[in-house]
């Protein structure tokens, strides 16, 4: 079970670039998680779940600098690691936006230009 959780862990990874996904577990889950479709994980952007749930852990996704990933797109890979993990759903707690700064500067002039790198921190919850 370790090994594929570990390469479903890399696959993710793999499709993942642009955006880097990473996982921190919290909490023991209420029963034994395993893996799931993405699409089965539930999405909660403006409330948390009814029923009575567990945070596992937390799931925080970082736009890299040459990544044209959306959110949609963004929100899809965390879901994604959420299923690999076996999580029921994934609760958006908040931004994790960067700013990239880059420019040049010759003789006291030059230029410099930024960049809002797009962010979400999540939970990962297991349902009781």
Do not use: W
């Not at 029963?31 to 409330?47: C, D, I, Y």
């Not at 948390?48 to 567990?54: D, L």
């Not at 759903?89 to 500067?105: E, F, K, R, Y």
């Amino acid at each position: 079970m370790k090994r594929g959780l570990a390469v479903a862990s890399l696959a993710a990874l793999v499709v993942g670039c642009g955006t880097t996904i990473e996982f921190v577990p919290l909490n023991s889950p209420p029963h034994a998680l395993a893996m799931r479709a993405p699409e089965s994980v539930e999405l909660f952007t403006t409330s948390i779940p009814t029923r009575p749930y567990v945070e596992v852990g937390t799931i925080e996704s970082q736009q890299q600098a040459y990544s044209g990933d959306d959110t949609a797109t963004i929100y899809a890979k965390m879901r994604a690691e959420a299923g690999v993990r076996g999580c029921d759903g994934l609760v958006i707690t908040g931004s994790n936006d960067a700013t990239m700064v880059s420019g040049t500067t010759t003789n006291g002039s030059g230029s410099v230009s930024s960049r809002t790198l797009k962010g979400y921190r999540a939970t990962c919850i297991a349902y009781k």
